[in-house]
């Protein structure tokens, strides 16, 4: 028996792997991991947001982290990054990273990840269709606006539906995914961004636009395009 006032090491270490062991139950833990990762959380990508998100990577995306590349529109790398799901290795299985890793890999390359829990590195994470791209660590960010850049100067309306009827279908099958490629594209060219991109093709002249104007960015000394925004993987 412990006496009041004072420290008993045996009952408060029960005591504390008490506590641990409720906080670490799967109920405790699974709802706040859902939310985080499917638009309910402060920190998510919203794969149906018109704006288009790059991953920026610089270092090491580790389970979460790989999961956020993987959730990004489009991923580019420097070529000394690693990406690595390494739960399994400690005795949880990266399963929250691995819903959006297997939309993005070849169904082995994503159970090779998941469940070795070894790294791959960039040139790997480009093969299996993880990143877009790689470039020198000093060429990043270039890399990144660069892309953000072009993304930016095609019509903006048009970009958004685009972006969120290709989500869309995949979930959809064959027949009712084409039915909303349909509708979209019909949507596209009765669209004032439509009509002007055909008028210009007729006229065998560059589609004209007025650009808007670019947003500041915190996070960097270099204006990001207004069309497009970084994600950096902690």
Known sequence: MSTPGV???????????????????????????TAAMTGRGRRTIDCMSAQQVIANVQGAATAAG??????CDLAITADTAKFVTSGVTWGFFCSTPGVAIGRNLHRKHA??????????????????????????????????????????????????????????????????????????????FAGEEGRAGMDAFIEKRPPRRSPAPPRPCSRRRRPVPTQARHCWPR
Do not use: H
């Open 7 to 33: 420290q008993n090491p045996a009952t408060d270490d029960a005591i504390a792997r008490s506590q641990l062991a409720t906080s670490w139950q799967p109920a405790a833990l699974a709802t706040p991991c």
């Open 111 to 188: 159970m090779e990840m998941l469940l070795t829990g070894e790294p791959i590195d960039a040139r790997r994470a480009l093969e299996w269709g993880l990143v877009n791209r790689i470039v020198p660590p000093e060429n990043l960010d270039a890399a990144v606006y660069e892309l953000a850049k072009k993304i930016s100067d095609k019509p903006p309306a048009t970009v958004a539906a685009g972006k969120r009827a290709f989500y869309t279908q995949m979930d959809l099958g064959l027949t009712k995914a084409y039915e909303l490629a349909s509708s979209v594209i019909a949507q596209s």
């Open 66 to 71: 790989c999961q956020r590349v993987a959730q």
